[in-house]
């Protein structure tokens, strides 16, 4: 809905924009190819990647040793005191805690992925917008537009794309 209306106002504006001040110019560009050709992007990518796996990999231990201990508790417990019985559960729970903590600070909202991403990929975006504004520039260009992104261009003239002439000016191939 909120794309539709988006696409609704940009399409105004371009509309009665054009008819009051004249041609615009517009281009697109498609972040993700660039992205996919620049080396620091992919290294910055296989560092992710690898940090993923590691976190996985302690979280499926986490996981596995909550389940051990889990199980032993419902084969046992029909022969434990109360005390033992409440004290593993007790344990139960505060491992199941642990697991979602653990969850939240690498891979939350505000977790150490999103700040390593921040971190690693930064950089890059911001030579890619530099790169992007200055061709936008040198081609006086109106509005550029991202393909890759979610604002959803359903036509355009490959004359328009300027995708090329940033990955020119990155030095990319």
């Known amino acids: 809905m909120k794309t539709r209306v988006f696409s609704f106002l940009l399409f105004s504006l371009l509309f009665f924009s054009g008819m009051t001040f004249g041609q615009l110019k517009i281009g697109y560009v498609d972040s993700k190819t660039i992205l996919n050709k620049i080396p620091d992007a992919q290294d910055a990518k296989l560092k992710l990647d690898a940090l993923i796996r590691d976190w996985q990999a302690e979280l ?13 508790y419902d084969r046992r417990k029909l022969i434990m005191t109360e005390q033992t019985r409440n004290e593993l559960e007790s344990d139960i729970k505060s491992l199941d805690q642990q697991i979602n903590d ?15 991403q921040e971190e690693l990929m930064k950089p890059v975006q911001n030579k890619v917008f530099n790169a992007i504004q200055e061709v936008a520039k040198k081609d006086d260009l109106d509005f550029v537009f991202d393909r890759s992104a979610s604002i959803s261009i359903l036509y355009a003239k490959d004359k328009y794309d300027i995708t090329a002439q940033v990955m020119d000016m990155l030095k990319l191939q």
């Open 102 to 116: 653990y969850r939240t600070k690498k891979f939350g909202t505000n977790g150490e992925l999103f700040q390593k």
């Open 60 to 72: 499926s231990k986490m996981e596995a040793a909550k389940k051990a201990k889990q199980e032993d």
